[in-house]
């Protein structure tokens, strides 16, 4: 039973509520409390999970620029020939 489940029923106890009773309320909280992260958890991202996408994000992003580097020294490349080619027309 962890620190505040053991103030909590303290609490009841003090208030008057019966032994049996105070620690159906802590073990109702606790279910409760249970419940509800097991909801979040199927929607919430752990640190791990956020490491994860920031990993696999910063692949694609370098493999992105790769990419694009490759695109604009090809251009360039086609760019400087046409323009050679065109000079010599001229």
Same mark, same amino acid.
């Given at each position: 039973?962890?620190?505040?489940?053991?103030? !909590?029923?303290?609490?009841? /106890?003090?208030?008057?509520?019966?032994?049996? =009773?105070?620690?159906?309320?802590?073990? !109702?909280?606790?279910?409760?409390?249970?419940? =509800?992260?097991?909801?979040?958890? @199927?929607? $919430?991202?752990? *640190? =791990?999970?956020?490491?994860?996408?920031?990993?696999? $994000?910063?692949?694609?992003?370098?493999?992105? *620029?790769?990419?694009?580097? *490759?695109?604009?020294?090809?251009? /360039?490349?086609? @760019?400087?020939?046409? /323009? /050679?080619?065109?000079? *010599?027309?001229?």
């Amino acid at each position: 039973m962890g620190s505040f489940n053991i103030a !909590l029923l303290e609490a009841l /106890l003090s208030a008057g509520v019966s032994p049996e =009773r105070a620690r159906a309320v802590v073990d !109702l909280f606790d279910r409760s409390i249970d419940e =509800r992260y097991s909801l979040h958890a @199927q929607v $919430l991202a752990t *640190k =791990r999970d956020v490491a994860e996408l920031e990993t696999r $994000l910063t692949r694609e992003i370098a493999s992105s *620029k790769v990419e694009l580097v *490759k695109w604009v020294v090809g251009a /360039l490349s086609a @760019q400087t020939a046409l /323009l /050679l080619g065109a000079a *010599k027309l001229f």
